[in-house]
């Protein structure tokens, strides 16, 4: 079945340094992909997403790229804030008449002043 | 107010009470769903919702059940609780059939502990 894999955290980076969170993906169909944000005490909110191959999804100075070749969507910042301190998932969903979502396990990053 | 609104935001409980977590929402989607997060797992589907009368169970089902009040309205509960169900628990809803790049919006989470 359709499954997502993304880097274990946590993740730990000084202020103002470059994030790369990996998450590769299986589907037997076309999925479109997404990155959902938890910040502590909080549900997920939708970051960005992308829905067929080469799309790039961008929000908050974060940024992903559809790879059909390379099942990727990984998840990029150029200079990361205290802010972003948060866990982040990567999903799939299959595109199908139920729109189910399927997740990674999730990635936490801390970042430090 | 939020649009997907969970009630209780924390509960503790004994093992074999019977608990029912409730969703409402605001945003006049048809499909909701029920999801728990347990750490290194990610989230997993417990069940959904189409409309008020089309219910399916999730990939986790078992020792849950659900009842679809209304098209804003869907709850969870557990009829006997047991300690693995400690978890996180959230709602979520979706709109547009046949629409894979819907994003689901959530709710805030109940944090269920069993004792």
């Known amino acids: 079945g359709d499954s997502v894999t993304q880097m274990e955290g946590p993740v730990t980076l000084s202020e103002e340094a470059f994030l790369t969170i990996n998450c590769t993906y299986t589907a037997t169909g076309y999925p479109s992909l997404f990155w959902y944000v938890q910040y502590p005490g909080e549900g997920l909110q939708l970051l960005l997403k992308?829905?067929?191959?080469?799309d790039k999804g961008s929000n908050k100075g974060f940024e992903a790229t559809y790879r059909k070749e390379t099942t990727s969507f990984h998840l990029e910042k150029g200079s990361v804030q205290v802010s972003d301190s948060a866990v982040y998932f990567c999903?799939?969903?299959?595109?199908?008449?139920?729109?189910?979502?399927?997740f990674g396990t999730g990635t936490l990053l801390a970042v430090q002043p | 107010d939020a649009d997907v609104t969970q009630t209780p935001r924390n509960r503790i409980t004994k093992t074999g009470k019977r608990i029912m977590l409730e969703c409402s929402q605001t945003k006049g989607h048809d499909r909701m769903y029920w999801y728990r997060q347990d750490p290194g797992l990610g989230l997993r589907l417990i069940y959904y919702s189409f409309d008020v009368k089309d219910i399916n169970k999730g990939e986790i089902s078992d020792g849950y059940s659900v009842s679809r009040q209304a098209q804003a309205k869907f709850s969870l509960s557990l009829e006997s609780a047991i300690p693995n169900q400690t978890a996180l628990y959230f709602c979520?809803?979706?709109?547009?059939?046949?629409?894979?790049?819907?994003?689901?919006?959530f709710g805030d989470g109940t944090r269920l502990s069993i004792l």
């Open positions: 979520a809803t979706s709109g547009g059939p046949g629409q894979g790049d819907q994003p689901q919006h």
């Open positions: 992308a829905t067929k191959a080469d």
């Open positions: 999903a799939l969903s299959d595109g199908g008449a139920t729109n189910k979502l399927i």
